[in-house]
């Protein structure tokens, strides 16, 4: 079962370059799940009444060509067989004409609302079926960094307008941050950009955020507040870049 909408990007979607922001990427793909999970029975309001909450661990773009300023364009999701416990969901952003612009993937599991462990897929039912269409995305696997291996760049504090309806900040969001901390160039664009998310974040925390960069390759990674040090991981984020043709 696939979705299909039609979206026109807005001034507010680009950046400084009239490039799509990371963090539009992330929140098309977010309003497809959305729209789809509720289509099918396994929406917020849905699993909430169920006693589930969704929890996105894992998001990754790759870009393939950046869309025009006011361009409208076609995005695709379909869910993925999902693992014992874990739930893929696949992106694609084409234009009008069907010419790919992004591919994504996400990667979620279900909790319980109350004791927040991990439930089996099994045990979540839906109005349709997986689609046996592979996503060509594939998510990067990477040795943990500590922080010393990292340099400091800001803190990033968490506000009510970054928040998402279970109160934590939206994964989107975290988006932003990550691109904060590239600080293009007019000559560099994102390539691929993955997001891990290993702890959820309130608002009024401080987000100190690390990177790091290998040739192509950078690692932003954000730390909050436990036990009076900034050691806990919220998140890490794997990103590479190239050169811009323009």
């Known amino acids: 079962m696939e979705k299909e909408c039609e979206f026109l990007l807005t001034a507010g979607m680009l950046d400084e370059y009239d490039k799509l922001r990371p963090y539009s990427i992330l929140d098309l793909f977010q309003e497809m799940a959305c729209r789809h999970a509720d289509e099918i029975g396994v929406g917020y309001h849905k699993m909430l009444s169920d006693g589930y909450n969704w929890v996105i661990t894992k998001n990754k773009f790759e870009i393939h060509k950046y869309p025009e300023a006011s361009e409208s364009v076609l ?15 696949a992106y694609l952003i084409k ?21 927040h462990k991990i439930i089996r897929s099994d045990k979540i039912k839906f109005n349709g079926e997986y689609i ?13 960094l500590k922080q010393n291996e990292l340099d400091f760049l800001f803190d990033y504090v968490v506000t009510p307008s970054m928040l998402d309806h279970y109160h934590h900040m939206n994964n989107a969001k975290y988006a932003e941050v990550v691109y904060d901390a590239l600080r293009l160039q007019s000559n560099e664009e994102i390539k691929t950009l993955q997001i891990n998310n290993f702890n959820e974040i309130k ?44």
Request: hydrophobic letters at 30%.
């Open 203 to 246: 608002c009024g925390e401080i987000i100190k955020v690390f990177k790091t960069q290998t040739n192509d390759t950078v690692y932003v990674y954000g730390y909050t507040k436990e036990q009076n040090e900034y050691n806990k991981l919220a998140f890490n984020s794997i990103i590479q870049l190239k050169k811009s043709l323009k």
């Open 95 to 115: 234009t009008l004409n069907e010419e790919i612009l992004v591919e994504g993937k996400s990667k979620w599991c279900v909790i319980d609302s109350q004791t």
């Open 132 to 144: 046996n269409k592979e996503s060509n995305i594939e998510f990067d696997r990477s040795t943990i």
């Open 75 to 89: 995005v695709y999701t379909w869910p993925i067989a999902p693992g014992r416990a874990d739930f893929d969901r």
